[in-house]
């Protein structure tokens, strides 16, 4: 079996690390200054791994490898959300990286092709999923005249010529070239702490539906404004919030997740009453009969709340189906988990997207989790332990292996 | 009974408005180049009325009359909140000036004298009722020292230095000089308008209590992390908020108004599990014993929510008790209203607070209230029809003359 050096290994993500170093974490913005002195330093590690490597227009960098036998491409991002940890992304490129070389000293590997890639914008500075779009197909010339940075609104254009990746040729997939595509990631939750297991093989990454729920009223004193007459829009907001904590527990599945991560009112003072509000409610699961259903509750709660003193509108502002890992793939991975960690691994879902997600379109794809230690992530203090690093990373490239023999 | 001159009314009140005008309302902070610019078009229009103007080491411009007969205070605030209406405040300080031009044309009310007050910053840019607390000796140096401006931070001896008052000694009440002190105001509610009356004899003022809630909980990825684990402080604030909204109602007398003005969740994103949220709550009531029961039941309310997830904490941050207006005072100014308009008024509390409230604590104070249109107020569009404007007047110099005869 190709044999993964695990000193190696955290010797390049540690590398990789301070590359735009933030307390304990990385601060690496998309196209960012240390976001392509990071693709350049991956494609100089490539090139040391006997890989080809390429930059494309849109900052994916694709590690290729020369001959003819069965190939995997394994990847994930290595930009990060602001201020965020050191193993989002990153790992899941270094695993690609790491397999290809272990592959590359392993005999028995000899024609297995491990190709890597490092997709630009998973993290969503510009958009969703960019790279990985743009690499399936799904990224057209207009929808990057259309994207801007969300936190300082610089076009996408713009930072893209600024990175110096203008007019460059953007890389599409060749499906037969793959066998599939796999990616590894930390958790981002405590799931597999919390039982005390080591490995997560992804079963589907969950679907989301994202809402923009916006409420009418009318702005009033609040002290010389009886209750009676009032058409005061936070209340709505609140009454309706509140009814969807109360009826969304009954239809949920134990892996059903919903979140209001945004409320305002408007003007938002203290002796006046709210003649708007707005809220920002998302949901989540793996099961397109369940989104549904929840859909059609959210719907009859917000026709409900319209019967109130108050105009109650809801507008779908995203949506994201669940995608299925490849059954074969997620096979492999278990198998290979049972083998080097025996009864410490389950199937397990996604919650939040992922790259794979984008590739399962065109490929069968398939994911592996490790530990987060207290679920932390989207955060500097983002971590998991050396040996599930290093554990990680050789279930990865066992199941590989498997895969591409099979 | 003293004549009121509707037309030099109007033409005041239209000509104090042009200072700091802004669409159809008036910008006027307290201390503000307008302000100050105000103060002194005032102290003339007061010099012309045969009265004696000073203006105060806070900026209260006071105008006294001369001679030992009985006196009575009338005033209100010429500053407004900003991009605000043209009569809050201004009505009653320019009401004041017409019925002691009315008196001194008015043989009938020889030696009965009518002095006026514009207190500085009721309208809180930079306090609570600055002005007529330092006239009513509730406003130390150390206060001063320790208040800055509510919207830009400027601390208020600066401001008062920019204005031109440093130094300036301040003028305190002699209360043994007034009978009493009379404001005349616009409702800034609805009720006159909808009930078609003319004229309301404010029976007392609220008493509010302010509060702000805030709620602890973790971060989270609100992908990742399942429902059962969550300790989400958004949902433990729409949980309260409409618990309290649930429970008010069963307490509340008809005219108890209760506002939660402001939300927040942090950090206010739309895939992140709020780890902390806030509200600003408050409500008011003529009634003591009813404000006591209202607080009970939050704190209930409050203490049941803390066996959730979250760590709740309610900090009241103001209260104001409630202020019976002068009874007799309440009847001459209904006597008045009775004759100039029969049938026509009513008794109401005040749901805002107003200088009356801070005079009444030294000396027998009551107000009037003249129509708002459409009940807005705190609004450039603010407004009250002519004709209401001059009876207004007209009813509050026939209740100064009566309750001077007394």
Redesign the interface.
């Known amino acids: 079996m190709p044999k993964i050096d695990g000193t190696r290994l955290l010797a390049d993500l540690r590398a990789l690390a301070r590359i735009g170093a933030y307390k304990t974490g990385v601060h690496r913005p998309t196209y960012s200054k240390e976001d392509m002195e990071s693709r350049e330093w991956l494609m100089q590690r490539m090139r040391d791994a006997g890989l080809e490597p390429e930059m494309d227009g849109i900052g994916n960098v694709i590690g290729r490898t020369p001959g003819n036998g069965p190939k995997l491409l394994l990847g994930s991002h290595i930009e990060t959300q602001p201020h965020a940890g050191w193993l989002d992304g990153a790992m899941g490129v270094i695993y690609g990286l790491e397999v290809a070389r272990a592959f590359a000293a392993d005999p028995a590997c000899a024609g297995l092709g491990i190709e890597v890639a490092a997709w630009a914008d998973e993290e969503g500075h510009f958009g969703n999923f960019l790279g990985s779009k743009s690499f399936c197909g799904q990224l057209s010339e207009a929808d990057i005249d259309a994207s801007a940075n969300k936190y300082d609104g610089t076009p996408l254009r713009d930072a893209l010529a600024a990175a110096g990746l203008a007019g460059r040729p953007r890389l599409t997939i060749d499906p037969g070239r793959y066998r599939g595509y796999l990616e590894a990631h930390i958790?981002?939750?405590?799931?597999l702490e919390?039982n005390s297991l080591r490995i997560g093989v992804v079963s589907a990454i969950?679907g989301?539906r994202?809402h923009r729920i916006v409420f009418e009223g009318v702005q009033?004193?609040?002290?010389?404004?009886?209750?009676a007459?009032r058409k005061?829009a936070?209340?709505a907001?609140?009454?309706l919030?509140?009814a969807i904590?109360e009826s969304f527990?009954r239809l949920?599945a134990?892996?059903?997740?919903?979140?209001?991560?945004?409320?305002?009112?408007d003007p938002?003072?203290?002796?006046?009453?709210?003649g708007g509000a707005e809220m920002?409610f998302?949901f989540?699961d793996t099961d397109p009969v369940l989104l549904d259903s929840l859909s059609a509750t959210l719907d009859r709660l917000v026709a409900e709340a319209n019967a109130g003193p108050c105009k109650v509108t809801c507008i779908r502002t995203s949506t994201s189906v669940p995608t299925p890992m490849d059954a074969a793939f997620q096979q492999a991975l278990e198998n290979a988990a049972e083998t080097l960690a025996a009864g410490l691994h389950q199937r397990m879902p996604?919650?939040?997207?992922h790259d794979a997600q984008i590739l399962a379109t065109r490929i069968p794809s398939a994911m592996v989790f490790v530990p987060s230690i207290g679920?932390i992530?989207?955060h500097w203090s983002e971590n998991t332990s050396d040996e599930d690093l290093v554990l990680g990373c050789a279930v990865f490239a066992k199941a590989a292996k498997n895969i591409l023999l099979r």
Chains 1, 2 share one sequence.
């Open positions: 958790e981002q939750g405590a799931d919390n969950v989301s994202q009033n004193h609040a002290g010389t404004t009886k209750m007459i005061d936070g209340v907001l609140v009454q919030a509140a904590y527990p949920a134990p892996r059903t997740v919903w979140t209001c991560g945004r409320i305002t009112l938002g003072s203290p002796s006046i009453v709210p920002l998302q989540r996604s919650g939040a997207g679920g992530s989207h």
